[in-house]
C-alpha cells in the first residue's frame, strides 16, 4: 500500500513556475513508476509525465514538454515537477500516482494509487 501526497500548488501568473512535490509512504519506492496527471473543470483526467522507478527514464506530453520537468528522490521518497513557463491552459488539480510494474502507460486507469491533488492555477 502506498499513499501519496501533493503540495505545492497555487496560483501564479502566466509566464511563472511552480514546484509541487509528492511524498509517498512505504519501503519500496522506487519500485513504483510515479505519475503527474491534471484534470480541469468538466475535463477528462489526463497525463502529463511519468518517470521511471530509477527515475532515468522520463515521458511528457506533448503539452507540457519543454516546459515542466519531472524528477524523484528515492531516498525521501519523493517525486517531484517543476513547471515553468506556466500558461493558463495548465489551470487544474493536478494529481500525483503511483503504478507498480514496468509496463510504460499514459492511461489514469492503468495507475494504483493516487493522492488528493493540489490546485494550479495560472491567471492571464
Known amino acids: 500500500q502506498v499513499q501519496l501526497v501533493e503540495s505545492g500548488g497555487g496560483l501564479v501568473q502566466a509566464g511563472g513556475s511552480l514546484r509541487l512535490s509528492c511524498a509517498a509512504s512505504g519501503r519500496t519506492f522506487s519500485m513504483y513508476i510515479m505519475g503527474w496527471f491534471r484534470q480541469a473543470p468538466g475535463q477528462e483526467r489526463e497525463f502529463v509525465v511519468m518517470i521511471s522507478g530509477s527515475g532515468r527514464n522520463t515521458y511528457y506530453s506533448d503539452s507540457v514538454k519543454g516546459r515542466f520537468t519531472i524528477s524523484r528522490d528515492n531516498a525521501k521518497r519523493t517525486v517531484y515537477l517543476q513547471m515553468n513557463s506556466l500558461k493558463p491552459e495548465d489551470t487544474a488539480v493536478y494529481y500525483c500516482?503511483?503504478?507498480?510494474?514496468?509496463?510504460?502507460?499514459?492511461?489514469?486507469?492503468?495507475?494504483?494509487?493516487w493522492g488528493q491533488g493540489t490546485q494550479v492555477t495560472v491567471s492571464s
Open positions: 500516482a503511483a503504478k507498480t510494474g514496468v509496463a510504460v502507460t499514459r492511461l489514469p486507469s492503468e495507475y494504483n494509487y
